[in-house]
């Protein structure tokens, strides 16, 4: 750097240095006229000028850095420390909870429609104050009325299962429809399995007997349904009364050329007559008795098969060829799990299947909404015309006549806040006031500290408060004109040697007699200062409440501050 420093210095003396003249008397030298610093910069050249305040601004940052390096390095440190100290007193202390949140309506109410349409005719604006029926907004959506329909066939459907499920699932304790006699029945053993329509028993309705008869066209309308007939039996060598059931005007021909109709006789059967006897019925017609073409047989009132109405494994079972039973009475016990399982899950779909169609018509009924409740329209974008996608919000209905606002208090005030104290808001300049409406027990932790969510409520029938708007809230959690105070910093939270903690303040003066040991100690604290343990109550953002352990007047440690001196 200097190498270069005289190289511009030659070059500035060499062009100040005056032209060659031609030689002239020598005359006597004058003194030199001294010049001020102000005449000398002035007449300094330019390239020196730079160079001199290029320098001088070098000089400037290279005594800064040593000075900053000096005082790091090689300065020397001096500490002062100072115990701040302060009294229990008596005074006033007010705990205030403040926050913002957000405006909301307390109820309202979305008009959503998930099928797609055509908007025909809108009835209202955004901000129209309505009334709950009032008209909206009509929309024809043809895939609203199709989802209807499909969703009322799909629950028809389930209820139809869910009926034929109940009967077969009625069928674990399988029984007797009628009474009768059992027939041709299967050996079943507990622990066998069996299927859903097994058959496992014929059972014949024994308790009356069937008999069809023949008769001469001569005698048409002389029979009837109801008419008592008399029925010989020739295997009991007895007569027993009969009715006519029924009367069938067939057209059967004997080989002799005679037109016959038919009857269907019962009789009663106390226990002795069985199928397949030969039996013929005789009827009284204007004092002469009509003969049937020819004896019949007995048959069974009716005769079916038993069968399983659900598959499963048998836990007993009572079927016996011959055995007489009664209506209802259970032959066969099944353990129907999968069955109960598909009944379930029947249900389940049933249920699934109403909700759906409950949506289905909820959102037709949209297509021609009306306000459900009294409020303000929000949010009404659509014009007649206007194709409207699925799954789009329409309107909502807004009562904004009453806010709610979501607060959060922290667990050194929650115990203090109650349903119905009075709440000041402040939404930008404009002043309200509400009440706390509900606390909740529930907590959120973070960082350390819990706090619980309130909900503050507002009348705002005079519209002054704008909902969905951030407003400012404040309310006084708890107040005490007359308590015992202290610097917030003088409590110390200490470990007791049995794990827990314990709230203390450190006295100076003789030892108090509540004092405790405290094992490990996080700060210093000076001597003459003694631990003891305190209970606190409400605190604002400087004080805290003494509820007890100290008395007014007592000097308490509050902090040490460290003050450190360079030079």
Not at 401 to 407: E, L, M, P
Not at 415 to 435: E, N, R
Not at 466 to 492: F, G, R, T, W
Not at 527 to 555: C, F, H, L, M, R
Request: charged share 20%; with cysteine.
């Amino acid at each position: 750097m200097s190498e270069v420093m005289e190289r511009e210095d030659r070059e500035e003396q060499q062009a100040a240095a005056p032209a060659p003249q031609a030689a002239a008397p020598v005359q006597e030298a004058e003194a030199p006229k001294k010049r001020s610093l102000k005449e000398r910069w002035k007449g300094m050249p330019r390239k020196k000028r730079r160079r001199v305040v290029r320098w001088v601004i070098i000089l400037l940052v290279l005594a800064v850095i040593a000075g900053v390096l000096y005082k790091l390095l090689g300065g020397r440190q001096d500490s002062e420390t100072q115990v701040i100290t302060d009294v229990v007193q008596y005074g006033s202390i007010t705990s205030t909870v403040e926050g913002s949140g957000l405006t909301r309506a307390k109820s309202s109410e979305t008009i959503n429609l998930t099928t797609a349409g055509t908007v025909i005719d809108v009835l209202v604006n955004e901000g129209d104050l309505v009334t709950a029926g009032t008209p909206l907004f009509t929309i024809d959506s043809p895939a609203a009325e199709t989802a209807v329909q499909k969703a009322r066939s799909n629950v028809e459907g389930y209820e139809k299962q869910l009926s034929t499920a109940e009967k077969d699932i009625a069928g674990l304790n399988l029984s007797a429809g009628y009474p009768g006699k059992l027939m041709e029945t299967v050996t079943l053993n507990p622990g066998d399995t069996i299927s859903k329509n097994q058959k496992v028993a014929v059972l014949a309705d024994d308790t009356r007997m069937r008999l069809e008869q023949y008769y001469s066209y001569a005698y048409a309308g002389d029979l009837y349904a109801g008419q008592t007939v008399n029925v010989s039996i020739p295997a009991l060598m007895a007569t027993v009364p009969g009715t006519v059931e029924a009367v069938h005007m067939v057209s059967r021909i004997t080989p002799e050329g005679s037109k016959l109709f038919s009857a269907d006789i019962i009789l009663q059967n106390e226990g002795a007559l069985s199928a397949e006897m030969a039996a013929s019925a005789t009827v009284t017609v204007n004092g002469e008795t009509v003969y049937p073409y020819e004896p019949g047989k007995l048959e069974y009132y009716r005769v079916g098969d038993l069968l399983s109405t659900v598959s499963g494994t048998v836990i007993s079972s009572s079927l016996v060829d011959y055995l007489q039973v009664t209506a209802g009475q259970v032959l066969v016990r099944i353990d129907g799990e999968e069955s109960e399982s598909e009944l379930f899950t029947i249900q389940q779909d049933l249920e699934n299947a109403r909700e759906e169609l409950k949506t289905a018509e909820e959102n037709l009924a949209n297509c021609n909404a009306t306000a459900p409740i009294d409020g303000m329209v929000i949010g009404l974008s659509i014009q007649p015309g206007d194709e409207i996608q699925a799954n789009t919000t329409i309107v909502t209905i807004s009562d904004t006549s009453v806010i709610t606002v979501s607060a959060n208090v922290d667990e050194r005030n929650i115990s203090y806040i109650k349903p119905g104290m009075t709440v000041d808001l402040d939404q930008w300049g404009t002043p309200g006031f509400g009440t706390v409406e509900t606390v909740s027990l529930s907590s959120t932790v973070n960082n350390g500290v819990a706090t619980y969510p309130i909900t503050i409520s507002a009348d705002n029938s005079d519209g002054s408060i704008q909902v969905n708007s951030y407003i400012n809230y404040s309310l006084v959690a708890s107040e005490n004109d007359n308590c015992l105070v202290v610097p917030i910093q003088a409590v110390k939270m200490v470990s007791l040697e049995d794990g827990s903690t314990a709230n203390v303040l450190y006295v100076g003066g003789d030892r108090p007699d509540n004092a405790i040991e405290v094992p490990m100690i996080d700060e210093e604290i000076p001597e003459g200062y003694w631990p003891v343990p305190v209970e606190i109550g409400i605190q604002d953002n400087y004080n805290v409440e003494i509820k007890s352990g100290v008395e007014a007047d007592t000097p308490v440690f509050v902090q040490v501050q460290q003050m450190s001196m360079y030079y």
